[in-house]
């Protein structure tokens, strides 16, 4: 059997041709972006993908031009979320985005399937897909960072999948990343997860901030305005006594907000003064000082590596 040792060449396929300017796009791409912004949770079902909409919208209200990219590829979500048309349209400058009627730019693999529809990955055997899958899933990624013609961002949400591994190769494509937003919910099962990603995140981003949302804190009944918590346990706060970890809020249970995200409607536009939509708002003003945190952790960084080179 030959090995790749043995191929004098590639065939005329030109892959190392290929990557390289796919790479010069990427890099094309992210410098046309202000702030690249990881949203991620060890945990499943905190409720990240819903508070990355509705940041999104947050801070498009407050004058940002914002963009979502759905990187969880099997678990596909912000496009039934928002709403948005499935019809990416590709152009001389790449795939353009949907767009929310709010003006929220997304892009995601689930915009290039039918509804409903699960995403499969073709090949010869399904036998230890684990060992390529991963593989094929940043690919995909790096794919729609680079192919997406968006629109003049200023931040870029990046909605991860649950999974300590997701933000390590999130850096592998976009090492400018300006900051990483934590979910959890005041839970000791969802805290103790989550304080394993918030450690591997301080690792991977040095002295870069993080930002932390505790979601689903309390219910506050919309009759009588009293406040119920969900959760025994006393919240986050073991989190917030991490190094370089922020609390942008913590946001309140509203059903009327999970109802309006399941049918793509804004619940900001629906129910403005509602306690959650006053919380959405302040955690988008929090993620702004945060990214200004950012750009001076960034002169940092770059300051440490021109000394390690003289």
């Known amino acids: 059997m030959k090995t790749y040792h043995d191929i004098l060449t590639d065939g005329g396929s030109d892959v190392a041709g290929q990557v390289q300017e796919q790479e010069r796009k990427l890099r094309l791409r992210l410098d046309q972006i202000g702030h690249v912004v990881a949203v991620m949770s060890g945990k499943g079902g905190v409720g990240k993908s819903s508070l990355t909409v509705n940041l999104a919208a947050g801070l498009k209200e407050m004058g940002w031009r914002v963009g979502i990219l759905d990187a969880d590829i099997n678990g596909a979500s912000v496009v039934m979320m928002t709403g948005v048309a499935r019809n990416p349209e590709p152009t001389d400058a790449g795939i353009s985005p949907s767009v929310t009627r709010d003006g929220v730019q997304v892009m995601s693999i689930d915009l290039f399937l039918k509804e409903g529809v699960p995403v499969e990955w073709e090949a010869e055997t399904q036998r230890s897909s684990y060992t390529w ?178």
């Not at 976009?174 to 304080?195: D, F, Q």
């Open 133 to 310: 899958r991963g593989m094929v899933e940043v690919a995909a990624i790096r794919e729609m960072l680079a192919d997406t013609a968006w629109d003049g961002l200023d931040i870029l949400l990046v909605d991860l999948p649950p999974g300590t591994d997701r933000l390590p190769n999130l850096l592998d494509l976009v090492p400018t990343l300006s900051c990483a937003i934590v979910v959890n919910v005041p839970s000791k099962a969802s805290t103790y997860v989550v304080r394993k990603s918030i450690l591997l995140a301080r690792r991977y981003l040095e002295n870069r901030p993080i930002g932390l949302v505790e979601n689903m804190t309390e219910f506050v009944c919309n009759e009588c305005d009293t406040v119920h918590h969900l959760f025994q346990d006393p919240g986050s706060n073991e989190l917030l006594n991490e190094d370089g970890v922020h609390l942008l809020g913590r946001i309140p249970f509203d059903p009327d907000l999970g109802l309006e995200t399941d049918t793509g409607r804004s619940y900001l536009a629906a129910f403005p003064d509602r306690p959650a939509a006053a919380a959405v708002r302040s955690a988008a003003d929090a993620l702004c000082r945060l990214l200004e945190l950012s750009v001076d952790s960034a002169s940092v960084l770059e300051e440490a590596a021109v000394k390690e080179t003289l």
